[in-house]
């Protein structure tokens, strides 16, 4: 699989990003929109809808979240470069990249095998060497590797789950879309502060809801 990258593509992507760009305004995530091959991660998509500011199916009922959602998410969460992030529900991995040129090191779990291989083998030949996956239910988190100094949600579970807080460093930052599916949902932030929690509403979503536990075998 080689990722062709033609000049096509490109003055798709740069519109992308001037698209974006009207409402988020962080350059670091704007570079990583520039530099990151949507394409690549819907497959059968063409360059159109591939660089369209739209969600896009990728197969099993999920679908890429829009390029300016996961701009905005990228911007909530912060970040410097220096940071840990557990991301939930890997998808087709767009996201995954992004955020691997944003912080030092990323953790993405996804509940689906064939999306979470699929997202593997972009991520190699795209050379996120900083991105580590499993497949595995996203409401237990990552124990192991935690805690982080961020946590972000791109499924939305009807609320904030516990574990992936606990699993946060104090001071440490939450983004997720919650509630229920066909509902309003609502994009949280959540400041981890000791044993408590500051949360902020950054506006309305539509996200696939986060598979409930029970279902994830
Ligand atoms: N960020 C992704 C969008 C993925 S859509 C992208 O850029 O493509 C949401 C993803 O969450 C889907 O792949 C879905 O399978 C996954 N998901 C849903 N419930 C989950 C759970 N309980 N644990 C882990 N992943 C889950």
Redesign the pocket.
């Known amino acids: 699989m080689a990722i062709v990258d033609d000049e096509e593509a490109k003055r798709l992507r740069r519109a992308l990003v001037t698209a974006v760009a009207r409402s988020v305004s962080d350059r670091r995530v704007l570079r990583a929109i520039a530099e990151t091959p949507r394409h690549a991660?819907v497959p059968e998509a063409d360059l159109d809808e591939a660089y369209a500011d739209e969600p896009a199916p990728?197969g099993?009922g999920?679908?890429?979240?829009q390029p300016s959602i996961?701009a905005l998410m990228s911007a909530a969460l912060d970040l410097s470069g220096r940071e840990r992030v557990l991301?939930?529900?890997?998808?087709?991995?767009?996201?995954?990249a992004i955020l691997s040129r944003l912080a030092r090191e990323v953790y993405s779990?996804?509940?689906?095998p064939e999306?979470a291989a699929r997202?593997r083998a972009l991520l190699d030949e795209l050379g996120c060497g900083n991105v580590r996956t499993r497949v595995?239910?996203?409401?237990e988190g990552w124990p192991e590797a935690a805690p982080f100094d961020r946590v972000v949600l791109?499924?939305a579970?009807r609320e904030v789950p516990a574990a992936l807080v606990h699993q946060l460093v104090d001071g440490g930052v939450l983004v997720a879309p919650v509630g229920e599916q066909g509902k309003r949902q609502r994009l949280l932030r959540l400041h981890r502060r000791g044993l408590g929690a500051d949360v902020e509403e950054l506006g309305p979503v539509i996200?696939?809801?986060?598979?409930?536990?029970t279902w994830?075998s």
């Open positions: 991660f990728i099993f999920q679908t890429i979240s996961v991301e939930i529900g890997t998808g087709s991995g767009y996201q995954t779990v996804e509940v689906v999306l997202a595995g239910d996203g409401y791109t499924a579970p996200f696939v809801p986060m598979v409930p536990k994830v």
